[in-house]
């Protein structure tokens, strides 16, 4: 398997993309899509599973009793 990577922000990586899309033989894989760890810790920040901290000295605090 080889990675290959395209700017698509650029006219050239669009048209190149589309003649991509066309061929039996390669495969394009957004990786604009989030993983199923983003996804999950998304949703735990949006139902509001998270730990908040008044200062980054208690943060600190807390990560040095671990």
């Known amino acids: 398997m080889t990675t290959v990577v395209i700017n698509d922000k650029t ?3 669009k048209a190149l993309i589309e003649i991509i899309k066309h061929l039996k033989y390669a ?3 957004d ?3 989030p ?3 983003v996804l999950k810790s998304v949703e735990d920040a949006e139902s509001g599973k ?5 200062s980054t ?4 605090a807390k990560l040095q009793k671990k």
Do not use: P, Q
Request: charged letters at 25%; hydrophobic letters at 35%.
């Open 27 to 29: 495969t394009i894989i």
């Open 35 to 37: 993983n199923a760890s």
């Open 11 to 13: 006219k050239e990586g």
């Open 31 to 33: 990786e604009t899509t």
């Open 50 to 54: 998270v730990n908040m901290y008044s």
């Open 57 to 60: 000295e208690e943060l600190f």
